[in-house]
């Protein structure tokens, strides 16, 4: 069977919000599409099963913690992280930049790369553009990311400027180092900050080097919501309307909503598992605390109107319980919960943009969003 180019194609428009089909060699994912992150390859505390059955179509893995353990070499002499993690499914692999900023000791940052200690052992490692690209053509990523450096927030215009261009090339040095191949992409990211310039020379450049997708990344590092969306009013219209545009570590339900409508196709946040394991759930009723007391004697579901394991065969007092004696399952089917809630909003965005009426959509979710978990 002959393998498909890596191609992406509009479905549908409504306003700034897009329906398309990213093509792949692993297989195909509707858009708007939410990434559930399985960083070290395995989405915590699902199978690969559950991560299906929620609905996810693609994953997201991670070159820094994967390059310290178990290594890229391992993986790719295992087969590749599709058959390691049991995800036949398209991949796509974050550079590391983030982690090398957020968790990495002793950080030292030069235009060959970055050197850094293991936040794990304190082992040295360098990480340049060429061998980021490397691991994640090891790994065999369907969805490689360039290297980048994500700037800190707050930056000056100056501070910004200086992070952003050395950005630009790396950006440069792991497009010369992608092994191009069909049915997989390498996505350029932009940054800039806050600051509009920056994020249009920063375009600009990264569209001249004809990735097969765009990424903005320096976004939800606290900025605020508001600040993230009128910075996303102007980036897209910087981005080709024929490439993928994906908004890297975003967020919130009502964030994904508001990015959608500024022309974002794609996304990815721990925010889903990590709240699934502290008891947080997202529904369609707003945010529950499944600690809190007024759902001991609950006998109601979670979420009616969600098709999920948790929510067809548990009630919100047994997953009050199991939070209480700290048992395991708790965690494991909140996180089934609240990946297949994702899943079921941005199908749900997908659905209104193709039939014209996402900002219907949109108002109609966030009232009841406002009912609150006693709903």
Known sequence: MTTPDFSFTLAGQNGQARAGLLKTAHGEVPTPTFMA????????????????ATGAKIVLGNTYHLMLRPTAERVARLGGLHKMMD?????????????????????????????????????????????????????????????????KFPATHAEAAASMRLSTRWAQRSRDAFIKRPGYGQFGIMQG?????LRRESAAALVGMDYEGYAIGGLAVGEGQQTMFSVLDYCTDFLPAQKPRYLMGVGTPDDLLGAVARGVDMFDCVMPTRAGRT????????????????????????????????????????????????????????TIHNLTYYQSLMHGAREAILNQNYDAYCAQTRETWQRGPDS
């Open 37 to 52: 992150v399985g960083t070290a390859g395995t989405v915590k505390a699902m199978t690969a099963d559950a991560v299906r």
């Open 279 to 334: 008891a947080r759930a997202f529904t369609s009723n707003g945010i529950f605390n499944m600690r809190n007391a007024r759902h001991i004697d609950d006998a109601r579901t979670l979420d009616e109107n969600c098709p999920c394991l948790c929510c067809t065969r548990h009630t919100r007092a047994y997953l009050h319980h199991l939070f209480r004696a700290e048992e395991m399952l708790g965690p494991m089917l909140l």
């Open 193 to 197: 900050n806050v600051y509009e310039d």
């Open 87 to 151: 995800w036949p499914g398209p991949i796509l692999t974050d550079s590391g930049g983030f982690q090398i900023m957020s968790l990495a000791k002793l950080r030292k940052l030069e235009e060959k790369g970055v050197t850094f200690r293991s936040h794990i052992d304190g082992t040295a490692h360098e990480l340049t553009p060429e061998r980021s690209t490397e691991i994640q053509h090891l790994l065999d990523a369907t969805i490689t990311m360039q290297l980048d450096e994500c700037t």
